[in-house]
């Protein structure tokens, strides 16, 4: 039996557009970003694309996303928590600038040191990514969209390829732009993953 499984990041967010550091702020879509969720909605709905679920982030940029699809494609939405993007500490609100600069400044922390005082760290994050991918597993094998966060859906790529976070190593980084989205498949019986695609915007005429 296998499951398709199709790795969502948000819309643009108001937060996106200002180039203000989110981690687990609840900011909506900007207008652009309702327009990028329709405009996939509707590329998927032409190609007679179906889904049995799709799973959401709760924060309000991800819901807002799932939202439109699922209105479009008539699917049923269920949020969890587990999916919402890394708490980056003192650094959510900065100025994306201010962020960078703080980051560049300080030794590469360690995978189990807390994101900037009080966040989550980087194996905090891939453990929380693991178990919403178990969870996942845990259904009946079938077409599931999983609508999240860069950080997150990056965490979540590694726990299927095995790249847990160690020491001060430096992670590989998975692209995804606003909208973009990522296909998997796991073959429960041979116990395999494939990754057919990955960063994917057709509906914004990119690739």
């Known amino acids: 039996m296998t499951f398709r499984i199709t790795l969502l990041r948000h819309g643009l967010s108001q937060a996106n557009k200002s180039d203000v550091v989110q981690g687990q702020l609840d ?31 709760p924060l309000l940029r991800a819901r807002q996303t799932a939202e439109i699809i699922a209105a479009q494609l008539s699917l049923m939405i269920e949020f969890d928590p587990g999916l919402m993007e890394q708490h980056l500490g003192e650094g959510q609100g900065l100025g994306g600038a201010e962020f960078d600069g703080i980051i560049g400044a300080r030794p590469r922390p360690s995978a189990f040191e807390p994101m900037l005082k009080t966040g989550e760290s980087t194996w905090g994050l891939y453990r929380r990514a693991g178990d919403a991918l178990e969870r996942l597993l845990q259904r009946e094998p079938g077409s599931y969209l999983v609508v999240s966060h860069g950080a997150l859906l990056n ?48 509906h914004l005429g990119t690739r």
């Open 27 to 57: 900011f909506p879509l900007a207008e652009e970003g309702m327009t990028q969720a329709r405009m996939l909605a509707e590329y998927w709905q032409t190609r007679g694309e179906q889904f049995d679920l799709v799973v959401s982030s």
């Open 155 to 202: 965490a979540l790529l590694r726990a299927v390829l095995a790249l847990a976070p160690s020491g001060r190593t430096r992670q590989p980084y998975f692209e995804f732009a606003n909208t973009a989205f990522a296909e998997l498949s796991y073959d429960e019986d041979e116990g395999n993953w494939r990754l057919h695609r990955l960063n994917a915007v057709p």
